[in-house]
């Protein structure tokens, strides 16, 4: 009985890990920052394509 229960158990951990990793966020790398500084060298750059010299004066600061 004891073994049947710790099956049971074990099997659910590990649907439950498969739909964690199945539902998991995936992070887009031109435009993420997966690290402090963007990378790990600490560039700080990032590769958004949405501004541009175009709307470069339209942009507001959002955080001080």
């Not at 993420?32 to 590769?47: E, I, L």
């Not at 010299?53 to 339209?58: P, R």
């Amino acid at each position: 009985m004891l073994r049947i229960r710790f099956v049971k158990t074990l099997l659910v951990t590990a649907v439950l890990a498969l739909v964690a990793v199945a539902c998991a966020q995936e992070t887009d790398n031109t435009t993420g920052w997966p690290f402090v500084g963007s990378d790990q060298g600490h560039t700080k750059y990032s590769a958004a394509e949405e501004i541009t010299a175009a709307n470069l004066g339209d942009l507001e600061m959002v955080w001080k």
